[in-house]
């Protein structure tokens, strides 16, 4: 069993900052590629940010810089640090990571997890 647990969340104003983790936790044995994705009302989920298990990242256009994805492999966690926020930036946003875990003793199984989920809300 695989949990990925978000937090960092909150109310920001425009032009300020917040750092989301995500950490992933249970019978791991490998966290490959993890990521930001975020859904704000009547749109749908779209990748922010992500980066894979030797830390190559790759971000969605309308980040402009402003955000940082980065990862701890050793406490199986990933961040996004996010700078100059915009109202529009206002959305739930999800971690989501690619993992090989135990099965049992001898045997792994790779699987997509999301998280929960973390309000961001940008606004004045």
């Known amino acids: 069993q695989v949990q990925l647990v978000e937090s960092g969340g909150g109310l920001v104003q425009p032009g300020g900052s917040l750092k989301l983790s995500c950490a992933a936790s249970?019978?791991?044995?490998?966290?490959?590629?993890m990521g930001w994705y975020r859904q704000a009302p009547g749109n749908q989920r779209e990748l922010v940010a992500s980066?894979?298990?030797?830390?190559?990242?790759n971000y969605a256009d309308f980040v402009e810089g402003r955000f940082s994805i980065s990862r701890d492999s050793a406490k199986n966690t990933a961040y996004l640090q996010m700078n100059g926020l915009k109202p529009e930036d206002t959305a739930v946003y999800y971690c989501?990571?690619?993992?090989?875990?135990?099965?049992?003793?001898?045997?792994?199984?790779?699987?997509?997890?999301w998280g929960q989920g973390t309000q961001v809300t940008v606004s004045s």
């Open positions: 989501n990571a690619d993992i090989t875990h135990w099965r049992t003793s001898w045997t792994t199984q790779r699987n997509t997890y």
């Open positions: 249970g019978s791991i044995a490998t966290v490959h590629a």
């Open positions: 980066i894979t298990g030797g830390g190559t990242t």
